[in-house]
T-cell receptor, first 115, second 111 residues
Framework: DTGVSQDPRHKITKRGQNVTFRCDPI?????LYWYRQTLGQGPEFLTY????????KSRLLSDRFSAERPKGSFSTLEIQRTEQGDSAMYLC?????????????FGEGSWLTVV | GENVEQHPSTLSVQEGDSAVIKCTYS??????FPWYKQELGKRPQLIID?????GEKKDQRIAVTLNKTAKHFSLHITETQPEDSAVYFC??????????FGAGTRLTVKP
């Protein structure tokens, strides 16, 4: 078990391009979360899955953002038609919901810079 | 939805002193309150958490207290060391659903 892994760790893209981030949660974790963090701020909730079901999406998540977890394991977060305001670190996290004391573990994050 | 406020935004203490960070939450149904430490450029890491059925929890130099009636909880770090310098985030959620984070406290421990 190597923890939550995210790929790529850094991405620079031109405004208007699409980008996709991948997250591999800790194996057997049934919940997977996506957060966005900008400098000097706390992680901002975007969405989360339980197995393959997307249970909640933040109202802040515009329709340019889409997340999937097709087989209940890894997840992808796609941003279409990127804007400079999308520049941030995108954090993935996972947990084993249903177990007492379950903890949310974060990945190292994927840094996005839109130029 | 849940709203978490955190104070202070920055905190500077001398090595060996105590540090206290406070958070308030809005959703009375929230029942899980973790604290994360984040060093520059790294992932947030859980340092301690508390559930709504207890009022206080300690782990060596770190303690968290929870006041459900007032809807606030605090992180206490005693005998601070330079390696405690980081950004600390509180969070609140109901059953680990959509966990909401505070804006963070930048703690600096001066040697």
């Amino acid at each position: 078990d190597t923890g939550v892994s995210q790929d790529p760790r850094h991405k620079i893209t031109k405004r208007g391009q699409n980008v996709t981030f991948r997250c591999d949660p800790i194996s057997e974790h049934n919940r997977l979360y996506w957060y966005r963090q900008t400098l000097g701020q706390g992680p901002e909730f975007l969405t989360y899955f339980q197995n393959e079901a997307q249970l909640e999406k933040s109202r802040l998540l515009s329709d340019r953002f889409s997340a999937e977890r097709p087989k209940g394991s890894f997840s992808t977060l796609e941003i279409q038609r990127t804007e400079q305001g999308d520049s941030a670190m995108y954090l993935c996290a996972s947990s084993l919901f249903g177990v007492a004391g379950n903890t949310i573990y974060f990945g190292e994050g994927s840094w996005l810079t839109v130029v | 939805g849940e709203n978490v406020e955190q104070h202070p935004s920055t905190l500077s203490v001398q090595e060996g002193d105590s540090a206290v960070i406070k958070c308030t939450y809005s959703d009375s149904a929230s029942n899980y309150f973790p604290w994360y430490k984040q060093e520059l450029g790294k992932r947030p890491q859980l340092i301690i958490d508390i559930r709504s059925n207890v009022g206080e929890k300690k782990d060596q130099r770190i303690a968290v207290t929870l006041n459900k009636t007032a809807k606030h909880f605090s992180l206490h770090i005693t005998e601070t060391q330079p390696e405690d310098s980081a950004v600390y985030f509180c969070a609140a959620s109901r059953d680990n659903n959509d966990m909401r984070f505070g804006a963070g406290t930048r703690l600096t421990v001066k040697p």
